[in-house]
Nanobody
Framework: QVNLMESGGGLVQPGGSLRLSCVAS????????INWYRQAPTKEREVVAT????????RYADPVKGRFTITRNNGENTVYLQMNSLKPEDTAVYYC??????????WGQGTQVTVSS
């Protein structure tokens, strides 16, 4: 059984930092493309960061470039999202997604990030 468990969300002031974790079980994450998505109230879910399978090549959405960093620890079977210089517009539920071959997709339950003073 595949499970993705996010953690690390919370309330932070503008300009602060958080590190989200996505711990995977049931799949070796190194063989999956791992994406962090977010969904704010009344908005569609959007991808913010990606780390490619079998490599550490990364991609970022324009609003988070230079502030967010996605990394993968194969030994821990975990992907991280380091978020710095957080802004109120980063407030959303953040989801971990593992995309495999043949349109296979696994999702975590999400973790809430709130940026507010």
């Amino acid at each position: 059984q595949v499970n993705l468990m996010e953690s690390g969300g919370g309330l932070v002031q503008p300009g602060g930092s958080l590190r989200l974790s996505c711990v995977a079980s049931g799949i070796p994450i190194s063989t999956y493309e791992i994406n962090w998505y977010r969904q704010a109230p009344t908005k569609e879910r959007e991808v913010v960061a990606t780390i490619e399978r079998y490599s550490h090549t990364t991609r970022y959405a324009d609003p988070v470039k230079g502030r967010f960093t996605i990394t993968r620890n194969n030994g821990e079977n975990t992907v991280y999202l380091q978020m710095n210089s957080l802004k109120p517009e980063d407030t959303a539920v953040y989801y971990c997604n593992a995309a495999g071959w043949g349109n296979i997709n696994y999702w975590g339950q999400g973790t809430q990030v709130t940026v507010s003073s």
